[in-house]
């Protein structure tokens, strides 16, 4: 039904085409994940087939794309107007980016109507109804009337659904439309695509980097790196035997989903400990606009921390788990409660005893790029944290230099800036100014959520390496259950600001007592897709 | 926020580590002066700016070498008009001082208050503006209705009213002018650092201990210096025109040739010689406008959303 042959796409930048030779057909009814990392030209190739190339720079130098047997190269704008939203539609990763802010839900639907269909206004809303509540939106007229920031996240994205829906395209594409979302709004937008996708016969290209939400929902699957299809061919085949290196080493990035063993009770000295923390975040009100409730973030938090152990924090958004790490840090103050690091209060300490103890706790932030100062040479850095806490400047530039070959980065690394490292690189770099203080403990906010699979394959095994070797403890902040069974020792289950279910993860994992976890651990996309072990060359 | 990340860096690793990093090994301070340049460059009118700003310099450097002596001595018969006299070719005044003696010398003058006020009010600003945008909150509030009690006077009206409590010498000028022009700037690096506090680089470093003063100055300050240099180009060409409207009020240091006096006194012959305030003023237009066009280039330059 759709096909693309030897398509070429030409730019300037890192490589002299950034799609080669891309032979792709979705048929009727069929669902085609395309998967590849950061840069390998996924997005691009979707935005090609939509004819939405920030044209003149990127173009289709060579090649066809056809829908149903007419060529699009060779249509005019017009025509592809006419074509885009009513026999291929897109669905984008961020709904609250890609729907407008001043329009109601309802208005934008039917935009979409107006445009490519003769309806009268009553014919078009009663459609727009029919399409929310296809989507299983919750009280249809409602949201018809609400603007998109009144609704959730998840509804946003079925509201994305039923705009692209509404016109039964031939074609339906989707950018990573769940990345942005939590895993259970994501299994069961995963799922409504798929009810749709059957009932109404369409194809959809859906775009993704996570293997587990291949494993979910593709018929078939085309692996893209560097702009060149290195393998594709039914689903169970590739996610069983994948042929290529390249799919090999992605797969085996996946983390498997099978806890370490659980550790008998250790001897090991406790290491950190919270009591009881609690934070409310009172939320202001302007003196006209009355007063809001205050939001509760995290209500009654207890925790133990051994040598050498880690422990993973574990919720969705809003659960209050980032509210967590910068309490026990204290980059946050709460409201009451005790931080104990080897029996020193953090919560009470002084701003000269809090400045001796940070020592002993440090951080590693999500996104490498905003947590390192970009004015700063990577050596001063990682120096930075020893200077401050009195060590002489030589002396820690030389330990600077020692921690890099420690993160496995080069020593030539010490003298460049921040922007000039892949994002692996730069978490790299925030391990090792962690580790410049000689910490006991390590709080890891989310590290690898903002890294590739491959990359944050590596890091991880860094961050275990670095553990064991230096006998740290690790408090891991994390929402995906696959990277918290791949590294934690013990969990503890956050909502609403609430510890659901806490202990072993071995045993969360396998016997989750609370329905939240098990709702959560069900969600786990490709959950049933077993990870084949493979030999990376 | 999409990551700046333009460079050779943003592909992902390949498997095996330790992870290579594939660039040319070359200066990299050198570099960066280099793209900024090369973007400054592109701009016409910045590079127009650019040379207009060497000619003041050049003036102010080598009015010694140029018109010796002092240029409030009189050096000719008054009024003497510009292209006539060779000895005083751009002419003189009613009392016979030479006008192109004036102009080198009070280029000498009026790049100093330009400098000299713009570091006051930016020095001012910049505590300000940092102290009140990092800490937020009842600090915040004080400083900035301080802030807003200094904007709401008309700022020339607020140096008339000092100059004419603390007199007209050159120091005071210069320093009631930076004191006027303070609030501008102390907005914009209390926005910056608004934004920039919330970066988690500033939640890192506080999480090694570093102090506030130092996280202030040391950390924050220096990404938010680009737009305030920018900016300092506007707060310069205005002190230049503040100081020569006192001057043309007749509250100018009298001792000094200032660009400003020159105007101020040629106006009472405006009719019969127009190029004793004529050609002063167009000194001043020249030079605010060298300024005026090197900020926008600088602009230009230090946005980092802009391609080499």
């Known amino acids: 039904m759709f096909a693309t042959s030897r398509l070429l796409c030409r730019r300037g930048g890192d490589r002299p085409h950034a799609l080669w030779d891309f032979n792709l057909t979705v048929g009727e009814g069929e669902i085609v994940c395309l998967v590849g990392e950061s840069g390998s030209g996924k997005s691009l190739a979707a935005n090609a087939v939509m004819r939405l190339l920030p044209e003149p720079h990127v173009r289709v130098s060579q090649g066809t794309i056809s829908l149903d047997g007419q060529d699009l190269l060779s249509l005019s704008e017009a025509e592809m107007r006419a074509i885009r939203g009513d026999r291929m539609a897109m669905i984008f990763q961020e709904p609250m980016t890609a729907l407008n802010p ?45 603007y998109p920031h009144q609704i959730s996240g998840g509804q946003r994205q079925r509201v994305m659904i039923a ?32 009810d749709l996708q059957q009932a109404q016969g369409t194809g959809i290209l859906f775009i993704t980097h996570d293997f587990g939400v291949v494993a979910e929902i593709a018929d078939r699957i085309a692996v893209l790196r560097l702009g060149e299809l290195v393998e594709q061919g039914p689903a169970a085949q590739i996610l069983r035997s994948p042929q290529h290196p390249y799919t090999r080493k992605l797969i085996a990035a996946v983390p498997a989903l099978t806890p370490p063993p659980e550790k008998p009770a250790s001897g090991e000295p406790l290491v950190l400990e919270a009591r009881s923390l609690r934070k409310t975040f009172a939320a202001r009100g302007g003196y006209l606009s009355g007063k809001r409730n205050p939001v509760i973030a995290v209500k009654d938090l207890s925790f133990q921390l051994r040598r050498g152990e880690t422990l993973g924090v574990v919720g969705e958004s809003g659960s209050g788990k980032t509210t967590v790490s910068r309490i026990v840090t204290r980059l946050l103050e709460s409201d009451s409660g005790e931080v104990r690091i080897d029996g020193r209060d953090l919560i009470s300490a002084s701003k000269t005893e809090l400045r001796a103890l940070r020592k002993d706790i440090q951080m590693v932030f999500q996104d490498p790029m905003a947590s390192l100062n970009p004015r700063r040479r990577v050596v001063e850095l990682i120096a930075q944290g020893p200077i401050v806490q009195g060590v002489a400047k030589d002396v820690a530039h030389a330990r600077a230099r020692e921690l890099l070959s420690l993160v496995e980065l080069p020593p030539a690394a010490a003298e460049r800036y921040p922007h000039e490292f892949s994002g692996g690189q730069r978490q790299r770099i925030g391990i090792a100014r962690a580790l410049a ?44 259950l696959r990277v918290a069974a791949q590294l934690c020792d013990k969990v503890i289950v956050m909502s609403k600001g609430e510890i659901v279910e806490a202990g072993p993860t071995a045993r969360v994992f396998a016997n989750p007592e609370h329905p939240y976890t098990r709702s959560l651990l069900d969600s786990i996309p490709g959950r049933d897709w077993e990870p084949p072990v493979c030999n990376v060359a | 926020m999409t990551h700046p990340d333009t460079s050779v860096a943003s592909r992902p690793l390949p498997a095996a580590s330790p992870a290579p990093i594939a660039l040319p090994d070359i200066d990299l301070a050198q570099t960066r002066s280099l793209v900024l340049w090369r973007r400054f460059r592109r701009n016409r009118a910045a590079l127009l700016g650019l040379i207009l700003f060497v000619a003041v310099v050049l003036m102010a450097a080598l009015a010694d070498v140029v018109t010796p002596g ?18 005083n070719p751009w002419g003189t005044d009613q009392l016979g001082r030479d006008i192109m003696s004036g102009i080198f010398h009070g280029a ?26 990092y800490f937020g909150g009842r600090i915040d509030g004080a400083l900035m209705r301080v802030t807003e009690a200094f904007q709401t006077i008309p700022s020339f009206v607020l140096l008339l009213t000092l100059v004419a409590i603390f007199g007209s010498s050159i120091e005071i000028i210069v320093i009631a002018i930076g004191i006027v022009s303070w609030t501008a700037p102390a907005r914009m690096v209390r926005a910056e650092f608004m934004s920039l506090r919330r ?28 737009p305030v240099v920018v900016f300092a180009s506007v707060v310069m060409a205005n002190s230049i ?34 190029f004793c305030s004529v050609i002063p003023g167009v000194a001043i237009l020249l030079t605010v406008l060298s300024f005026s066009l090197m900020g926008e280039g600088l602009n230009d330059a230090l946005n980092p959303r802009q391609k080499r």
Do not use: C
Not at chain 1, 109 to 129: F, S, Y
Not at chain 1, 164 to 180: C, G, N, S
Not at chain 2, 246 to 273: C, E, H, K
């Open chain 1, 163 to 194: 705009m692209a829906l509404v016109l039964k395209p031939r074609l339906i594409i989707a950018d990573e439309p769940t990345t942005a979302l939590d895993v259970t709004t994501q299994k069961q937008i995963l799922k409504l695509i798929k």
């Open chain 2, 199 to 226: 970066r988690e680089f500033v939640d890192a470093a506080r999480n090694l201990g570093v102090s506030d003063m130092s996280i202030i100055f040391r950390e924050i300050l220096p990404n938010a210096l680009p």
């Open chain 2, 70 to 87: 002092d240029p409030l001595r009189i050096a000719g018969s008054p009024l003497t008009d510009p292209l006539t006299v060779a000895s």
């Open chain 2, 108 to 133: 000498r003058i009026s790049l100093a208050i330009g400098v000299v006020a713009t570091v006051i009010s930016i020095a001012i600003g910049v505590v300000i503006g940092a102290v009140a945008g």
């Open chain 1, 102 to 146: 001043q329009k109601t839900v309802g208005w934008q639907i039917d935009e979409v109507l107006r445009l490519h269909t003769n309806l009268n206004k009553a014919g078009r809303k009663a459609r727009a109804l029919e399409i929310l509540g296809d989507v299983h939106i919750p009280a249809p007229a409602s949201t018809y009337n609400a």
């Open chain 2, 241 to 274: 025109l503040m100081e020569s409207a006192l001057a043309f009020l007749g509250l100018g240091d009298p001792n000094y040739a200032s660009w400003g006096n020159m105007i101020g006194q040629g106006r009472a012959v405006l009719r019969t010689a127009w």
């Open chain 1, 437 to 480: 203080m000689e910490p006991r403990v390590i709080v890891a906010d989310e590290p690898v959520s903002a890294l590739d699979v491959s990359v944050q394959a590596q890091v991880l095994k860094l961050l275990a390496d670095l553990r064991d070797r230096l006998h740290l403890s690790l408090l891991f902040v994390t929402h995906d």
